[in-house]
C-alpha cells in the first residue's frame, strides 16, 4: 500500500519533535542553571571592588555594575563557549567537551578584557568564574 508523501512527513515530524524538545530543555536549562551560578559568582566581590564601596555613590551602584559584567559574561562568553563545547564534542566526552568550553571562554574573556581595559588579573578572575559555571553547564548537559 503506497502511504502519502504528505502522511510520511507528518510521521517523521511527530517521531522527530519530542527528541528535538527534550534535547532544547537540556540545553535551555543547562543554560539558564548555569547562568544564574555565574551571576551569583559575580555577586562575590573582588577586593578591587570592596574598595569601591566607600568612594561610589550610591553604593548599589558597584552592585548593579556587578549585576551587568555578570550579565555580559554571560551572553557574550559563557554561552557561545558552553554552546560550543557540547555541540561540537561527543557528550560522551565531557572532559573534552569542558576542555574545548574552557578555550573558547578563554579566547572570548581575553577579548572582552582587552576591550575594557583590564588587565591578566581581571581576566584570571573571569576565567575562575566561567571556570565554575561551564563545569555547572556541561554537568547538567551530560545528564540528558
Do not use: K
Not at 584570571?124 to 545528564?143: G, N, T
Amino acid at each position: 500500500m503506497d502511504v502519502p508523501r504528505e502522511v510520511r512527513i507528518e510521521e517523521a515530524l511527530t517521531r522527530a519533535f519530542p527528541r528535538l524538545s527534550l534535547r532544547t530543555g537540556a540545553y535551555l536549562l543547562a543554560m539558564h542553571v548555569s547562568g544564574f551560578v555565574l551571576l551569583g559568582l559575580f555577586l562575590i566581590p573582588t577586593p578591587a571592588t570592596t574598595a569601591l564601596y566607600g568612594t561610589v555613590e550610591p553604593p548599589a551602584l558597584v552592585v548593579l555594575a556587578l549585576l551587568l559584567a555578570g550579565a555580559l559574561a554571560h551572553v557574550a562568553v559563557q554561552l557561545p563557549a558552553a554552546l560550543l563545547g557540547t555541540l561540537v564534542v561527543d557528550r560522551h566526552h565531557p572532559a573534552r567537551a569542558y576542555g574545548t568550553a574552557l578555550a573558547a571562554a578563554g579566547a572570548l574573556s581575553g577579548t572582552a578584557v582587552a576591550a575594557l581595559g583590564g588587565g591578566w588579573v581581571d581576566w584570571l578572575d573571569v576565567m575562575l568564574r566561567l571556570a565554575l559555571s561551564l563545569a555547572c553547564y556541561v554537568a547538567l548537559v551530560r545528564m540528558r
